[in-house]
């Protein structure tokens, strides 16, 4: 077992390499904020293919950083492989006392990043919030909410907690439309007018199956309500909302020029 006294390490340490240790973090943290400022750009520009870069960019963030810390900590100092092992352990391990919380959210977030439970550009839903993923790091997942907030999540609850992903990394996504009418009503047009709407929507992605169901729905009050769900996919789960919108004016105008009035869906049901 090497010696890894203070008198050892401190003869291994190389002021004069300070300088060098601070350009390699200043130049991984500037050649990351470019990169990140164009591979933006690039996922913007190739809406298809926004997703991959993405969670390149992701990748790439922690490969950049990852490797900025090592040639900064072997520039200080000057450790055979030995000594350097057990330096690494020592360090390993206080840190793992003093900062553990932060320990389990970079574990958490590198099990994030190799099993992919969800993906950056994936909309999530996670302890009440429901959102797209902007940032997977590795201390923390960023979601942006439908209101537009900025939620910052710590990693480590993603490995204890359940997580739910509507696209599951793919651009498209379903979006599911309920949409309520009485009982005494014609369910069947209204079956077609639904269909209708989501057919003529320029939102509707073509490349998945879409459905429309009819079930009774009871209240808490015992009033007996019809519902006319329908599951399709919109092209971006970007616009998820503005496909839910567009579909849901076109059913409104055309259950009201029928007579069909639409009833507001129950705020609990059986």
Known sequence: MPDMSNGNIMQSFNPNAIPWALAWVLGAFVAMRITRKVMRSLSERMASHRLTIKQLDTLLSFLVYLAAFIMALTSLFTLSSEALLALSGTIAVTAGFALKDVAASFMAGLAILFTRPFQVGDRISFGGFYGEVKEIGLRTVRLVTLDDNLVSI??????????????????????????????????????????????????????????????????????????????????DARKEKAFESDVTDRVLDAFRSENLLPISPPLTTA
């Open 154 to 235: 710590p990693t480590n609850k993603f490995l204890t907690e359940p997580v739910a992903s509507a696209n599951a990394g793919e651009l498209d996504c379903m979006v599911v439309m309920s949409f309520f009418i009485s009982p005494l009503a014609d369910h069947r047009r209204a079956k077609d007018i639904v269909d209708d709407a989501v057919l003529a929507s320029k939102f509707l992605y073509l490349g998945k199956p879409m459905t429309t169901l009819v079930k009774n729905r009871i209240t808490e009050q015992g009033q007996l309500l019809v519902e006319i769900m329908a599951k399709a996919y919109v092209y």
